[in-house]
């Protein structure tokens, strides 16, 4: 068999598509841009032989090696700063912080080098570095592994910042972070891993940070949301679709740039908006897209803006179905501004 022969079975063999969990996809994604560039260098906390503490990186250390795959000591502020040298001396680093609620230490590094690298040299340097973390709560984790903190980063100018809710945006938008030359914070909602399975192509792609996703077209009422909530508008929908409510469903996707095009097109031709997110309420990053929508859309509105978010207290050690923005809390919002 010749090389081309062996290229098309190849291509022959793989799947058009594939339905996998969220994990997977994240998998997925460094295994193809380790392999698409070898520039790309993976390290943080238990990445190596173990895989991560959700086996984001499972196999990855086998198959590139400990060169490209390393373990760290518990040091966010090391594992941040170096991956800032890295990116500036022309390697492509992707740092895993083990929880989102653990990037404190590293918070100096980002803010202040990766994400003003760029403007400080006049364009001479950039920060191509990708961090990736798990986020919020679902999973009886407690106040330690919980929290929603991407409104610290989306305050940032420099930065960009993106939570994925499904498998088929998770890779994409991955693999888009990697190849792009600005720094990207990468959420990915823990309660998701496994939870949220959906089809991915087979073939190479990206999915363009910035962009939402229309998950369910509606006239009513726009429901606006992005990471673990997702499903829950979904429910959410269901239930005042049952009543013969035609809701329109929105997932962000991206936070740092995000669709303000998409979003107010929605709310111009339903008049209502209602807008989730697991984080604490105050200074919530919904509240700017509430104050997009007030200011650009306002003679649409046919009622004001809802919100639900987490509640103003530390992450909760239990009841975490209480703390966190269900389909419950989600349709009487819903029902308040069809009502109003």
């Known amino acids: 068999m010749t090389a081309t022969q062996e290229k098309q079975s190849e291509t022959a063999s793989i799947p058009?598509?594939?339905?996998?969990?969220?994990?997977?996809?994240?998998?997925?994604?460094?295994h193809e841009e380790m392999e698409r560039d070898d520039r790309v260098v993976l390290f943080g906390q238990d990445v190596g032989a173990r895989g991560g503490v959700f086996m984001a990186t499972a196999g990855l250390q086998a198959t590139f090696g400990k060169k490209r795959v390393f373990d760290t000591p518990l040091s966010e502020a090391s594992i941040v700063g170096a991956a800032v040298g890295m990116a500036v001396r022309g390697l492509k680093p992707v740092a895993e912080i083990q929880f989102a609620d653990y990037m404190g230490p590293g918070f100096d590094q980002i803010i202040s080098q990766a994400a003003k690298m760029r403007y400080r040299s006049g364009g001479q340097y950039t920060s191509p570095l990708?961090?990736?973390?798990p986020s919020g709560g679902g999973v009886k984790g407690g106040h330690h592994h919980s929290q929603s903190p991407e409104s610290y980063y989306t305050h940032t100018p420099g930065l960009k910042v993106v939570m994925p809710s499904t498998p088929y945006d998770a890779k994409g938008l991955l693999k888009a972070a990697i190849r792009g030359e600005d720094p990207v914070i990468f959420f990915e909602p823990k309660r998701l891993y496994r939870a949220s399975k959906g089809e991915v192509p087979g073939?190479?792609?990206?999915?363009?940070?910035?962009?939402?996703?229309?998950?369910?077209e509606g006239t009513d009422l726009s429901l606006i949301g992005y990471g673990g909530v997702m499903p829950d508008l979904e429910r959410a929908a269901d239930a005042l679709g049952a009543e013969g409510v035609s809701v329109e469903v929105i997932d962000l996707r991206s936070l740092v740039p995000w669709d303000k095009e998409l979003v107010l097109s929605s709310v111009?031709?339903?008049?209502?908006?209602?807008?989730?997110?697991?984080?604490?309420?105050?200074?919530?990053?919904?509240?700017?897209v509430a104050y997009s929508i007030q200011a650009e859309a306002f003679d649409s509105l046919l009622a004001p803006v809802g919100q639900v978010a987490g509640f103003d207290i530390p992450y909760?050690?239990?009841?975490?179905?209480?703390?966190?923005?269900?389909p419950n809390r989600i349709t009487a919002a819903c029902v308040q501004a069809l009502n109003y």
């Open 130 to 133: 990708v961090i990736r973390t």
């Open 203 to 216: 073939h190479d792609y990206t999915v363009k940070i910035g962009e939402a996703a229309i998950r369910r």
């Open 16 to 30: 058009e598509t594939r339905t996998i969990n969220l994990i997977t996809a994240i998998t997925e994604a460094l």
């Open 316 to 326: 909760p050690y239990v009841q975490d179905k209480i703390y966190l923005p269900g």
């Open 268 to 288: 111009q031709k339903t008049g209502r908006a209602v807008l989730i997110s697991e984080a604490p309420r105050i200074s919530n990053f919904m509240g700017e």
